[in-house]
């Protein structure tokens, strides 16, 4: 998939909101190794989106939470 090569290039917000939504799609087709492939890209996206936001600061109101 062209969009594992890149996955570099891609923003947090990108591929959180435009480009996981869009390879959910794959998880269901019809071919197994679109799925398969599917499956590989979605579990590469959210890994890259741990490591992007692990560093990110905590907001005001999230202290408010429980």
Not at 6 to 12: A, I, P, S, V
Not at 34 to 57: H, P, S, W, Y
């Amino acid at each position: 998939m062209s969009l594992m090569a890149g996955l570099e290039g891609w923003e947090k917000e990108d591929l959180a909101g435009k480009v996981i939504p869009s390879v959910g799609i794959c998880l269901v087709d019809k071919e197994k190794s679109v799925r398969d492939q599917g499956f590989k890209a979605i579990e590469m996206f959210v890994r890259k989106c741990e490591q992007l936001t692990q560093n990110m600061v905590r907001s005001p109101l999230s202290l408010f939470r429980r």
